[in-house]
């Protein structure tokens, strides 16, 4: 934890705008103290609460969200002439934990949701092989599985980054093309090997089954290393607008790669150069030149609590949470800063901290009700810090639009209303 | 495998004796449920365009049917010259790719006409993807290519005109985490 010589573990900071775990821990029975009258309370009311003289609902086949959660849903963006063809955000700050559940998994799509009948679907694996082969749904089930809790991330999230102010939106809203999941699936290894990869191969392209067959072409060598035919999503089969019934899972790499609806695997000795990784997904530089086949996602946190649009009511501890994420690996560190930057604190790091997954960080703050700064920092045992917004923009310039991961600052009002400020 | 059913045996002997760490399982294969597919249902079914215009079927199409079928599938989105409509700028690149704002069109960034055809041949029109003819791909790419000054009025595009023009934009790219 960064320190300042002056500084005394006893006291927690107030009025600097600082941040001190140890001091709040030493306080920590003020807030209980402050709380219990709030519960006291509560409990009269519930003596009248009518739920607890009627029957309740019966049972479901599937259960749905409490109708009070009714507001904590995807938000859309898309276009206007093809209803299908656009995003939709998770909302992050809404959400805990590191999961999002699988109705509020970020959506990308270029021509809407196939309703695919799994019975008439197959995956095709040709190209360099030995053998080409198709598999249908119910065979790939009874192959060996493996689990594994990963991110996925839009290339183009937080892309509003990269503009000349800074957005207005709810965190989710612009950073939320980005959701956690479990994953089970087939290592994709199993299926190269019986269809027998020829020895001067290099690449896959991968092909899905919406209207639009939208294709990537992926490094043999990721393929074979980590990536999985995707069968289930936290536990039940895909959702369709998440590739049902299979879809690639490319640990750390970008989401436009882990193909939805996935058909056709053309084992090649070159890319194919599609549309989606040559004229998008293709980040230009300053010099004029594109960065092409940017696959890993970068390392990046972001505190969803306090996070814009909220409000802080009045001066008084509040817990700080956000998500913290690296395509290179796990996550080691997230600090968080309270006064813009000039003093980083370490956050308490949800354990376990898996490679390539969310890790939730948390840290009490006590805000003193004068404006403040609010920043995350993450690191990731690959020694990888995100930067500071104006260290991208240096590196990149302004006109890349993918691969955004540069810190995000909260302006905390003294009226305790939370903005985003650059 | 007989050696390794023998080494699996002397391996758990050697557990038993020393009661230390239990010996591996043999390895266990996966099934083998692939189908095989024959090459003609291939050739059906590939969609992939390569650079070196690998995957480009016969057919040809010129540039004023290009303009015909651009009318009638694209310009809807597109813009009459394919610019100044809701979707993608297609054409009339002014500011150059080191300009802050600079135009991404398919004659002043793509590094690859083979693209044309296996994007168009895959997803247009947006209504009815996959719904137009190898001629008609051909043309649309042609008339493309024209309206961002690459190809002559009169040309007629086919397999070897498609793979063996040279982009502008063919070596602006940086390959980052390619193998």
């Known amino acids: 934890m960064a320190r300042n010589p002056n500084d005394h573990p006893d006291q927690p900071r107030v009025g600097e705008g600082r941040l001190d775990r140890r001091g709040f821990l030493k306080h920590g029975a003020t807030l209980a103290a402050v709380t219990t009258p709030a519960v006291a309370q509560a409990t009269q009311v519930g003596g009248d609460l009518p739920w607890l003289h009627v029957p309740g609902q019966p049972f479901s086949g599937y259960g749905q969200p409490s109708p009070h959660e009714r507001y904590t849903a995807r938000r859309i963006g898309a276009n206007r002439a093809v209803a299908g063809n656009g995003v939709s955000f998770t909302p992050l700050e809404d959400l805990e934990g590191t999961i999002t559940p699988n109705g509020l998994h970020f959506e990308r799509h270029h021509n809407g949701v196939p309703q695919i009948d799994p019975a008439q679907h197959r995956l095709v694996v040709h190209g360099r092989v030995r053998q080409p082969l198709s598999f249908d749904v119910k065979s790939l089930l009874r192959y060996p599985m493996r689990s594994q809790l990963l991110f996925i991330e839009c290339g183009g999230n937080s892309n509003a980054g990269w503009h000349a102010e800074p957005i207005q939106r709810p965190a989710g809203s612009v950073h939320g093309l980005v959701s956690c999941a479990e994953w089970t699936g087939v290592p994709l290894s199993i299926l190269l090997d019986e269809a027998g990869v020829d020895p001067g191969a290099s690449w896959v392209i991968a092909e899905g089954a919406d209207a639009g067959a939208m294709n990537m072409s992926i490094p043999l060598g990721k393929m074979r290393d980590d990536c999985l035919i995707g069968l289930y999503q936290n536990g039940e089969r895909l959702r369709p607008e998440n590739g049902y019934p299979m879809r690639l899972i490319v640990p750390g790499w970008e989401g436009v790669l882990h193909v939805k609806w996935l058909q056709r695997l053309e084992v090649a000795d070159q890319p194919v150069m599609s549309r989606n990784e040559t004229s998008k997904y293709t980040e230009l530089l300053p010099s004029g030149k594109a960065r092409q086949f940017t696959f890993t996602m970068g390392c990046k946190s972001l505190i969803t609590t306090p996070s814009h649009g909220q409000t802080l009511r009045q001066p008084d501890v509040y817990q700080i949470s956000g998500l913290a994420w690296s395509g290179h690996g796990r996550i080691s560190r997230v600090e968080v800063s309270a006064d813009n930057g000039r003093h980083w604190s370490d956050a308490a790091l949800q354990s376990p901290a898996l490679p390539r997954c969310f890790t939730r960080f948390r840290l009490p703050w006590r805000w003193d009700g004068k404006p403040a700064v609010l920043k995350s920092r993450a690191t990731d045992e690959a020694g990888n810090v995100q930067p500071e917004r104006a260290a991208l923009i240096a590196e990149r310039g302004r006109a890349g639009y993918f691969h955004y991961h540069a810190i995000v600052a909260w302006a905390v009002e003294d009226d305790g209303l939370v903005s985003h400020i650059y | ?179």
């Open chain 2, 1 to 179: 495998m007989d050696w390794f059913r023998i080494f699996i045996k002397g391996a758990a002997l050697t557990a038993l004796l020393t009661g230390c760490a239990t010996p591996l399982p043999p390895r266990i294969e996966a099934p083998k449920l692939g189908t095989p597919v024959t090459a003609d249902t291939l050739i059906a079914q590939t969609l992939n365009v390569f650079p070196d215009g690998r995957g480009l079927p016969s057919g040809q199409g010129s540039v004023a049917e290009g303009a015909r079928l651009f009318a009638r599938h694209c310009a809807g989105c597109h813009g009459k010259d394919g610019r100044g409509g809701t979707a993608e700028e297609l054409t009339g690149a002014s500011r150059p790719l080191d300009h802050p704002a600079a135009d991404k069109t398919i004659g002043s960034y793509w590094p690859y006409a083979t693209t044309l055809f296996d994007f168009i041949r895959r997803a247009k029109p947006m209504g009815a993807p996959g719904t137009l003819s190898a001629d008609e791909v051909y043309a649309l790419s042609a008339w493309l290519l024209h309206a961002n000054g690459l190809i002559a009025a009169d040309t007629v595009m086919d397999a070897a005109r498609l793979a063996a023009l040279r982009m502008p934009n063919r070596d602006g790219f940086l390959r980052i985490e390619a193998p």
